[in-house]
């Protein structure tokens, strides 16, 4: 064989060869991308031939401190109603009028429709489902729990705060079998989704809803104002009311209204008058000034102008204990005098008083104001600062420190409102921190003893309850404000029951006196009895 004969040979062999390879190769790229197209064509057919129809939007659970739920307490009946013969039958039953001719109207598009109605439907064609409603128009401790948006996602309150628990993707819906014109599959029955575990978990709040129904109910004698009551011993809040009241399911209709609804009263601050007696009292007593005694004549001359006491004519020779029991403002002045400021405003800034209190991870209430220290070198800003006026602001929840360290040993926990929170079957408790002493037990002990006197010998009988023992301090509160040559006043209530083994503390807080059924003191009397039955 000659040269050249091979080399043909050699090359014909290695083109039937590369023509082979190359034959392999484009056959499977052609199987590959066949079987790529199927499956992307199978998916677009089945995406295309499913029908998803979202009956309701699903999201955790705000409870009570008994695991009572705040949100998501309500069901409603859904039907899933599909434009069939028998279904229209079924539903023209038990629905009439606008109603019933809306989903008429809406069946004629050949698709099926949602409808809310009075109780389950048995009939082929139509699914009903019983679903939660996340918020109600009577949702209490509305301003606290807060409210979502039309994706229920957090807007305000605990909702805002903990949208990271709450929030879910998760739908109630339905799914249809169609065919390639959309319309529904006779005979191919639809399937449900339904994940109820998402409201199983959620929030643990320290409210207690009885507790809470209770403070409702008393806050209706108060247009605008707040009520909250707290366990002494650890700080947490068991009620929180602010009116007036709004319905967080159309908050749209409250934005441009009168007295702010929207607004959380129970966190913002006000002016304190007479409930900040107390802080002075501690100072007094733990700097060994509470044998202090003043003579009341109605005013004293402080600088170059006339301080008065509410009582015009004077309240006479007055103690500590009587002066706290009849608010005598006079006293008040010269006590603070004796004291000193910089003790006042130490004892005030270890109630953490001029401070926001930071009631769970994202809300907090509002810091007030608290005088500086070197003004009340100035004996008329002292004056002023003793009887709970002038630059002094506090919020409804932020007073509760000093009411709370009187009623138990003398030191407070921070006021909580979350015990802590659920996530697939598993409770993480929040930290409330530890206790803050403020004073010795032994002069808690007496300011219990002279707080009681208020309710019996003092300026407080109104707040006497009728089937427990109390304690307390009111206020009225200048504001600096007039409307048509009247001063609006602020009124308040501080105490807390059983006097001998207080339990509850409650802060009852009016914004304008003027415009109140009931006396704050007289509220407080209402809550004391009533959760004293419960307990009973």
Known sequence: MNENSLFWKIYNLRSTICFFIIMFLFLTCILRVAAISAIDFQSVYSGQNRMKITVSKQRGTIFDCNMVPITNSQKKIIACVSPTPRAVTAISKVLDGEELESVLTRLKSGKPTLTEVPEAIKCDGIICMEVYEHSSSQTPAVHLIGYTDVDLKGASGLELAYDDVLFSDSDVAVYYECDGKGNILEGAPPSIENDTSVQSDGIVTTLDINIQSIAEKAANYIETGAIVIAECDTGKIRASVSRPYFDCTKTSDYLSKADSPLLNRAINAYNVGSVFKPCVAIAGIENNKSSFCYTCTGSCEIIDRHFRCHKADGHGYMSLKSA?????????????????????????????????????????????????????????????????????????????TLYCSIASDGSYYVPSVIEGSLKDGSFSEYDKGKATRVMKPETAAILREYLGAVLTEGTGASAKPKTVSAAGKTATAQTGKFVDGTEICQGWFCGFFPADAPEYTVTVFSENTLRQTKSCGEIFSMIADEITALDN
């Open 324 to 400: 706290i029991a009849n608010s005598c403002n006079t006293y008040f002045y010269n006590f603070a005098f004796n004291i000193g400021g910089d003790e006042i405003y130490d004892t005030a800034t270890t109630l953490r008083f001029g401070k926001p209190i930071s009631l769970c991870d994202g809300i907090s209430t509002s810091s007030g104001s608290l005088p500086d220290k070197s003004s009340l070198e100035n004996i008329a800003y002292l004056a002023n600062f003793s009887i709970g006026q002038g630059e002094l602001l506090l919020s409804p929840i932020s007073i509760l």
